[in-house]
């Protein structure tokens, strides 16, 4: 079966970002787009003329959504689909199927980083496939580095497919995601993986610590490489940069995805889970990462 790429969209700015994402998406893997919308009945307000109401404003958010992506990326294969029920549980339902789920968050400045809204974290803590975050202002020539006068071109390169790596529980699952995202993007794979120690107290003016977290660093360092060489052997194209940093993950990755033009996390699903609920380093990536974030589910 031929997995379409899947974008949800209900109108907003944000989710017309992530169709004009996934439609490139789609191009790069050679995957058909499939855009859904998912209405609810309102509760009081049943009925056939209230049904209809709510049918022709999904038939115009899909509308809407197929013209902006049309006009960006003309030869995509695109269908479209309304869903009637609960938005979360109807995109989850279609997230299944897909090679990968693009769903939209609105860009925030200052300390609040990235508003992302409660369906699409209910999708990312409960989808068994892909979710892709795409902020509201996301444009094609973000994922490309800048020409050479530092203009915005989409006629350069890609910039780098940062992958976050959790050394403890190194997954296959998000690994691969990786590789294959920066090998359709002839981009080059930054993998990273923080580490953070804290240094005893107590231990004077020696420099005993600084040459332990020296070594944990290598040790670290070698461990990385060890892990991502089966990879680098299967996707022998993709240029490959292993990163080792003490610091927290969570800030670690924020800062390591600067200027991607796509950061790769893991999440790890509950056997029995209670909400949108993501891990701590997860959580940082979506609200705070300015560029689109891919969560890959493991188990």
């Known amino acids: ?52 109401a709510q049918r022709h404003l999904a038939r115009r958010a899909l509308r809407q ?17 309304q869903v009637e029920g609960p938005a979360a549980p109807a995109l989850l339902k279609a997230a299944d199927e897909a090679e990968l789920m693009v769903l939209g968050s609105r860009g925030l400045t200052g300390l609040a980083g990235f508003l992302v809204g409660s369906v699409a974290l209910g999708v990312v803590a409960k989808a068994t496939r892909p979710v892709v975050l795409v902020r509201a202002d996301e444009e094609a020539a973000d994922e490309h580095v800048p020409g050479g ?22 997954c296959d699952e998000v690994i691969e995601f990786a590789f294959e995202a920066a090998r359709c993007r002839h981009a080059r794979l930054r993998a990273v993986h923080a580490w953070h120690t804290t240094v005893p107290l107590g231990l004077g ?20 490489k060890a892990v991502l060489r089966p990879w680098r052997e299967k996707y022998p194209d993709v240029e490959v940069q292993e990163t080792v940093v003490d610091e927290k993950p969570a800030t670690a990755l924020v800062r390591a995805a600067t200027g991607a033009s796509l950061l790769v996390v893991g999440h790890r699903l509950a056997e029995r889970p209670v909400g949108p609920r993501t891990g701590p380093v997860t959580h940082a990536a979506i609200h705070h990462v300015g560029c689109p974030v891919a969560v890959v589910p493991h188990f």
């Open 149 to 170: 006068d530092g203009s915005a071109s989409t006629d350069t390169g890609y910039r780098d497919v940062v992958l976050a790596v959790d050394l403890a529980e190194a």
């Open 1 to 52: 079966m031929l997995r379409p790429v899947v974008a949800g969209v209900d109108g907003s700015a944000e989710s017309l970002a992530a169709a004009a994402w996934a439609a490139r998406e789609a191009q790069r893997r050679d995957k058909p787009l499939h855009l859904v919308h998912a209405w609810d009945r309102h509760p009081r307000r049943q009925g056939e003329i209230a049904g209809a």
């Open 205 to 224: 003016p020696g420099e005993i610590g600084l040459v332990e977290q020296t070594w944990q660093g290598e040790e670290w360092l070698s461990f990385l």
């Open 65 to 81: 959504a197929e013209e902006h992506v049309r006009a960006q990326c003309p030869d995509v294969r695109l269908t479209d689909e």
